[in-house]
């Protein structure tokens, strides 16, 4: 392993000022991991590790681990906490942290059904808690489009508690042509929006083959996208509330999708 001593070492640049996305990452199709949960899930993927950054601790604990998926010694770091902590410039909770190669992105073809839609979800922490939700209930593909917040920013992997790992992901550049496809393959496309012909989830029947949409917190799902969607659900709640968070409505809406369709 390689002590860090001094907050302005070359090797650890890519980790330098971190409470905005770095340029740098996003050229490089790099992601960053924060926290041990999420890295420990990270190294266990087999996506592609470039560096770890942690404190010493973490290397004792997981040694075996770290042997095991055969991480070269010189891409292994570590420093006191708050060294770390003047590097990346906010306060670190486990002085655990790693950066990877965003690994290449699932087909439409490649993606199985049920399929997760996010349309303009631009808070990434949002994007984190629905992956995690669709990890909950057996939900591996995603599909986000160009005005969705990228799942793999460093906020979004956090909150997934690196779920995001295990889901085949989809970029869509034309959500109305994605969906289209969809239809040509099949899939029956379920929006996810309070509307005058939404029908509630309690009594509505999933199809065996499907993608819902979550939109917009702020604005919900796109008018174009609601008019070629096969059908609008919602989740009934107290009148006083206008709404519900929308990573809420997606465990709600998945769970109750479970219990129609139990996993196995």
Known sequence: MNEIINIDDSRIELYKNLRHTPASHIENKLFITEGEKATLELIKSGIKVSTVFAVKEFYQKNSDLILQKNIPEDKLFFADKSIMNQIVGFKLHSGVMAIAHQPEESSLEEL????????????????????????????????VDKTTSSPYLRRAVRVSMGTVFGMKLHYSKDT????????????????????????????????????????????????????????????????IVKSLNVAASSAIILSKFREKFPMH
């Not at 059904?113 to 057996?138: D, T």
């Not at 939404?198 to 083959?209: E, G, H, L, M, R």
Request: charged content about 15%; aromatic content about 8%; overall charge positive.
């Open 112 to 143: 199985n059904s049920p399929i997760v839609l996010l349309n303009g979800i631009i808070n990434s922490e949002n994007v984190g808690s629905i992956i995690r939700n669709c990890a909950a209930f057996s939900v591996s593909s995603l599909i």
């Open 176 to 239: 109305i042509i994605t969906i289209r496809v969809l239809k040509d393959l099949n899939y029956k496309i379920i929006a996810s929006e309070i509307t005058g012909k939404a029908q509630s989830i309690n009594s509505f029947k999933f199809p065996k083959k499907f993608c819902i949409i979550f939109g917009s917190e702020g604005y919900g799902i796109t008018e174009n996208i609601l008019s070629i969607s096969d059908k609008q659900i919602y989740v009934p709640i107290n009148k």
